[in-house]
């Protein structure tokens, strides 16, 4: 795309010093944090762990921002002309309105894991056990866990996986190597 097709409006030296700054800020950044950036700034979640991809993807938003550099509205035309109706998806000039972010102090539930509440009920050699869900962890014969693997040492002696010896996942099938007929 040519230059022409280009919006801006002019970046003086006290911006590239703001946006060399803001470069230094994404670089020293853990992981956790750049993908709280990406949502600031796109506003939406992204699963991307890979960090340098994070760090370019803030940045150019950064610098769209900062300099105003955007589509123009001939370019936003041709764009629509090549993808013959397949839908152009755009960002709004504004910023968009983004959703409440999440709570920080309150880490996501795992999705595994049945609602707060609910008692799961695990036998083990004759003995049926019962966890109660919390908000926080688990509840098992009146005291407080954070795992299912630290209660299922406790029942069993041995290490498990906490959800599978609960029952909340199933043990994935192995494939076999070189597994053809012979």
């Keep these: ?8 409006r002019p970046a003086g030296a006290d911006v590239e010093e703001e946006l060399r700054q ?19 700034a796109y506003g939406k979640a992204t699963n991307a762990r890979n960090r340098e991809w994070l760090i370019r993807r803030c940045f150019f938003r950064a610098q769209e921002v900062a300099t105003g550099v955007t589509l123009s509205d001939e370019a936003r035309a041709r764009i629509a002309d090549l993808a013959e109706g397949q839908g152009v998806r ?73 959800f599978l010896w609960a029952g909340l996942t199933q043990r994935k099938k192995r494939s076999r190597a070189g597994g053809g007929e012979g």
């Design 22 to 40: 803001r470069l230094e800020a994404l670089r020293a950044m853990p992981v956790r944090e750049l993908q709280d950036t990406y949502y600031d």
């Design 90 to 162: 755009t960002r709004p000039a504004t910023a968009p309105t983004l959703p409440p972010a999440p709570d920080p102090d309150e880490p996501p539930r795992d999705p595994r894991l049945p609602p707060v509440g609910t008692v799961i009920h695990r036998e083990h050699d004759g003995v049926v056990h019962e966890i109660r869900v919390l908000k926080d962890g688990f509840e098992y014969q009146g005291r407080h866990y954070t795992s299912l693997s630290t209660i299922a040492r406790e029942v069993t002696g041995t290490s498990w996986n906490g």
């Design 1 to 8: 795309m040519n230059r022409s097709a280009l919006q801006t």
